[in-house]
């Protein structure tokens, strides 16, 4: 397939990287036809000369973690483009003179009855009937061949392997429910294991790995930012973690606002949650490294405070959270609306968010080094962290 960008990208111009302290990771969201603001968040990125020493993302959030760990740097933003623009949806009317009349139900309509070429299409094992034994690689309302074949072309699994930067995708066990991080540093990254954390039940089938049948990282975890916590070894890092569903909102007052609101808090919330429970595991690894270090130099080297000091931690995080507002006239469906204007709309909100958040350098802060995790919302703030607020 050669993909065209039929809409010109925003030139961009590179500039010196400014000095990190520590590791640049993204972290990504799921969040269907959201997930374009990714793409305008690593666009602003790049222009700035920050390129990711790992991503790691479910969902939409693994395949656009994929385009960039499949690349060189030169290759990540116009694949990323032709990614985006490869998957519009661009129903029959949208080029006739009445095409703006119709409106976005029958746009919605259309792509949930007909599918999005290079993504998704109706699955006929669906005409069986919902009790049909067809097997969890085929209970879905959808295939997705066109996906596979989209990000084939698009991803060098073989440079994956170079882990530069390093990619880690997640996708849930269906038999155990567990949480499954596939880790390039760890193993090959394959096209099933993306596909399998983009597998959004019921819309799309399960991919098996291993003879494991997998489904979409986001049931578990839609914003995967314990991982980087969990490393081992930890290294002082900058995390960009880009959240596509807001987790606070306007109160809701028709069903179909409740509707969307719901899946924002449903989505969003876990994010909400980890990272404060991080910041205070974090806090006690350190709180054990300066105990450890106030003992006598003898006791500290006793096997048994060695095994304590090895709980220890001395790396400092940066969280910055980039927060994808709603765009005007959004609603319950947004995540399925691929027409080219929310894309472009989306990508362009995550590069001026972007770059509105690197000019406050909110990696310079300084950390208290008993807490070692310093947050940031978008708006280049610090965000009052859990702890502080159980102080």
């Given at each position: ?176 429910g567990k949480m499954h991080y596939f880790d390039s540093r760890t193993m090959p990254i394959r096209l099933d ?52 569903f807001p987790i606070a909102g306007p109160e809701p007052e028709s069903l179909l606002q409740v509707m969307s609101r719901q899946k ?128």
């Amino acid at each position: 397939m050669d993909y065209v960008l039929h809409r010109p990208a925003k030139s961009l111009t590179k500039t010196k990287p400014p000095k990190m302290p520590g590791q640049v990771v993204l972290v990504f969201q799921g969040g269907g036809a959201l997930g374009a603001y990714q793409g305008g968040v690593y666009a602003a990125l790049h222009e700035a000369g920050i390129e990711p020493d790992w991503v790691v993302g479910t969902s939409i959030g693994g395949i656009n973690a994929a385009i960039i760990a499949g690349n060189e740097p030169a290759e990540r933003l116009p694949r990323l483009r032709a990614f985006w623009q490869g998957i519009e949806s661009r129903p029959p009317w949208s080029d006739t003179p009445w095409g703006n009349l119709v409106g976005h139900a029958a746009a919605y309509w259309n792509t949930i009855l007909g599918g999005i070429p290079g993504y998704f299409s109706p699955n006929s094992a669906v005409a069986w009937g919902p009790n049909a034994l067809v097997g969890v690689e085929h209970a879905a309302f959808y295939t997705t061949d066109g996906l596979r074949k989209t990000v084939a072309e698009l991803v060098d699994f073989e440079r994956v392997k170079s882990l530069k930067p390093r990619l880690t995708v997640g996708a849930v066990n269906v038999r155990t429910g567990k949480m499954h991080y596939f880790d390039s540093r760890t193993m090959p990254i394959r096209l099933d294991h993306v596909l399998a954390s983009a597998a959004v039940p019921p819309g799309f089938p399960a991919v098996r790995i291993d003879g494991d049948p997998y489904w979409d990282g986001g049931l578990y975890s839609n914003t995967p930012v314990e991982v980087v916590f969990d490393d081992n070894p930890r290294h002082d890092s900058v995390v960009f973690s880009v959240q596509v569903f807001p987790i606070a909102g306007p109160e809701p007052e028709s069903l179909l606002q409740v509707m969307s609101r719901q899946k924002d808090i449903a989505f969003a919330s876990r994010a909400d949650s980890h990272i404060p429970r991080q910041e205070h595991i974090h806090q006690l690894r350190h709180m054990v490294r300066e105990l450890v270090r106030m003992m006598p130099e003898a006791q500290r080297e006793t096997p048994e405070v060695k095994e304590i000091a090895g709980y220890g931690c001395g790396t400092l995080m940066h969280i910055i959270r980039l927060n994808a507002a709603p765009l005007e006239h959004e609603d319950y469906l947004r995540d399925i609306d691929f027409s080219p204007e929310a894309i472009e709309r989306r990508w362009e909100a995550g590069y001026a968010d972007t770059q509105r958040t690197l000019a406050h350098k909110p990696w310079e802060t300084p950390i208290d080094p008993i807490m070692g995790v310093a947050v940031f919302d978008s708006d280049g703030t610090v965000a009052t962290s859990s702890i502080e607020k159980a102080s």
